[in-house]
Nanobody, 115 residues
Framework: QVQLVESGGGFVQTGGSLRLSCAIS????????RAWYRQAPGKQRELVAL???????NYQDSVKGRFTVSGDNAKNLMYLQMNSLKPSDTAVYYC?????????WGQGTQVTVDS
């Protein structure tokens, strides 16, 4: 059973930085896509950034140039470095892994950016 656990969320002032981590266990596929999503109150969950097993990354337009997704496949970790944070980045952030035959989500971590 694949399990994902996020950490690193918190409260930060506008312009500040946070780094989220996602620890992944139980995955058995080497061909996977790992991603960060977020969900703000009253809004749908949206894709923030993804990284493939080959290292290809992709970002939502609103975070390009501010957020960086990276992975350590050897340690089964994924990170989201978030810089120049804005109040509009306030949300619960989730990590997700798509493997062969499965999709797994973490429980989420709250990020609050105060103006």
């Amino acid at each position: 059973q694949v399990q994902l656990v996020e950490s690193g969320g918190g409260f930060v002032q506008t312009g500040g930085s946070l780094r989220l981590s996602c620890a992944i266990s139980g995955g058995s596929s080497s061909t996977n896509v790992r991603a960060w999503y977020r969900q703000a109150p009253g809004k749908q969950r949206e894709l923030v950034a993804l990284v493939t097993s080959s290292g290809t990354t992709n970002y939502q337009d609103s975070v390009k140039g501010r957020f960086t997704v990276s992975g350590d496949n050897a340690k089964n970790l994924m990170y989201l470095q978030m810089n120049s944070l804005k109040p509009s980045d306030t949300a619960v952030y989730y990590c997700k892994e798509n493997g062969v035959g499965y999709v797994a989500w973490g429980q989420g971590t709250q990020v609050t950016v105060d103006s």
